[in-house]
């Protein structure tokens, strides 16, 4: 079993900046890939970031790409989503996840979430 918990979500003006933290308990951090999604209400959840168990790749939504930057340290068993140029667009409840060893971009393809953590983005 791995257990996330987000922190770092907020309130936030536009053009403003927020990092989002996911702490991992559990099964060894290194051994999973980890990614970031966002819903708002009666929407899919929407893939924002992703990462691999090494840090070394990472991929991103169309809507965030040169915005928000995916990171991790394995020595902390924690992931970061830095978040830059925020728009009202980026107002939703984040939530990191977790899978075994490949990174995807798909939102059923991970095993582990968080229980969330809500970005509100004003204009």
């Known amino acids: 079993q791995v257990q996330l918990v987000e922190s770092g979500g907020g309130l936030v003006q536009a053009g403003g900046s927020l990092r989002l933290s996911c702490a991992s308990s559990?099964?060894?951090?290194?051994?999973?890939?980890m990614g970031w999604f966002r819903q708002v209400p009666g929407k899919e959840r929407e893939f924002v970031a992703a990462i691999s168990r090494n840090g070394t790749i990472a991929d991103y939504g169309d809507s965030v790409k040169g915005r928000f930057t995916i990171s991790r340290d394995n020595a902390k068993d924690t992931g970061y989503l830095q978040m830059e140029g925020l728009k009202p667009e980026d107002t939703a409840v984040y939530y990191c996840a977790a899978r075994f060893m490949i990174m995807k971009s798909t939102a059923s393809q991970y095993r582990y979430w968080g229980q969330g953590t809500q970005v509100t983005v004003s204009s």
């Open positions: 559990g099964r060894s951090f290194r051994d999973y890939a």
